[in-house]
């Protein structure tokens, strides 16, 4: 499984940036959802936002509801993610990733094996 991202890059806060990420499995698409993490300097990694390809169900983190979107594009196998109104402390490295919807939540870093994972960009959000 291959999973393309791009986008982030750094803004003031209040700004706004977008994210892609392509899977290049149609097999995965079928069944997992795609989205992101992101994990901050001294962090643990977090789940950020992930989307079903196939029914569109979505998870949010609480600290982004409101103010991120994840859409997809099932044909292009590619979801997206709008983050609007950014913060300092969103300043993170995003990584883009497939697996179960359920297991965004409570990521732990022994779940690590349950995703496939694109490699990382990072988000700057300046005060």
């Known amino acids: 499984v291959q999973l393309q991202a791009s986008g982030g890059g750094l803004v003031q806060a209040g700004g706004s940036l977008r994210l892609s990420c392509a899977v290049r499995?149609?097999?995965?698409?079928?069944?997992?959802?795609v989205g992101w993490f992101r994990q901050a300097p001294g962090k643990e990694r977090e789940g950020v936002s992930g989307i079903m390809v196939s029914d569109g169900r979505t998870y949010y983190s609480e600290s982004v509801k409101g103010r991120f979107t994840i859409t997809r594009d099932r044909a292009k196998q590619t979801a997206y993610l709008e983050m609007t109104n950014l913060k300092p402390e969103d300043t993170a490295v995003y990584y883009c990733?497939?697996?179960?919807?359920?297991?965004?939540?409570?990521?732990?870093?022994?779940?690590?094996?349950?995703?496939?994972w694109g490699r990382g960009t990072q988000v700057t959000v300046s005060s």
């Open positions: 499995q149609s097999t995965v698409v079928d069944h997992y959802a």
């Open positions: 990733a497939t697996g179960f919807l359920s297991d965004w939540q409570n990521y732990d870093p022994s779940h690590h094996n349950r995703f496939y």
